[in-house]
T-cell receptor, first 113, second 112 residues
């Protein structure tokens, strides 16, 4: 199993550009989520999904969209990038909703100029 | 509001010098407390889950304990390869989904 994979590893955007961060898992996990990690702020939940076709907002959802058309994939879309979205983004998955271990991907480092 | 505070922010140890990392939390109904290790440029790597006060878990040189207000990660006779940032996170009963509230982490440096 590859676990949780994320692409790209690093991206530079200009303000106003759009892009999609890709996340995939091959463990047949129901639950997937996106976090951002900023210095001094810890990891914060952006959006999550409890299964294909079901998504919901986390703590910091503004400026981001998600969809979940398959169990394996959970892309994160930035519609109009802003410098405040400069961060490291992590995707995570767990078998089910509940006190389940969440497994994190390697991250995407995003710089918005 | 759920809160997690980790201390110290950074810790320097000599190889073999045992110590503890602290994670203080406030949460309205604890579903689980999680410890992760994060190496530079990598994603968090799962270490332990604790569910109730009094619970302890061990893995190699690491031992995690839990009380009603805090958790400790004890490191016995650390080696340089234990150098990393250690993250603590809580999951509350009332949260929809599996939302984790993370602390700021403790950066551990073990010198040979």
């Amino acid at each position: 199993n590859a676990g949780v994979t994320q692409t790209p590893k690093f991206q530079v955007l200009k303000t106003g550009q759009s892009m999609t961060l890709q996340c995939a898992q091959d463990m047949n996990h129901e639950y997937m989520s996106w976090y951002r990690q900023d210095p001094g702020m810890g990891l914060r939940l952006i959006h999550y999904s409890v299964g294909a076709g079901i998504t919901d907002q986390g703590e910091v959802p503004n400026g981001y969209n998600v969809s979940r058309s398959t169990t394996e994939d959970f892309p994160l879309r930035l519609l109009s990038a802003a410098p405040s979205q400069t961060s490291v983004y992590f995707c995570a998955s767990s078998p089910r909703t509940g006190a389940e271990t969440q497994y994190f991907g390697p991250g995407t480092r995003l710089l918005v100029l | 509001e759920d809160q997690v505070t980790q201390s110290p922010e950074a810790l320097r140890l000599q190889e073999g010098e045992s110590s503890s990392l602290n994670c203080s939390y406030t949460v309205s109904g604890l579903r689980g407390l999680f410890w992760y290790r994060q190496d530079p440029g990598k994603g968090p790597e799962f270490l332990f889950t604790l569910y109730s006060a009094g619970e302890e878990k061990e893995k190699e040189r690491l031992k995690a304990t839990l009380t009603k207000k805090e958790s400790f990660l004890h490191i016995t006779a650390p080696k340089p390869e234990d150098s990393a940032t250690y993250l603590c996170a809580v999951q509350a009963m009332q949260n929809a989904g599996n939302m984790l509230t993370f602390g700021g982490g403790t950066r551990l440096m073990v010198k040979p």
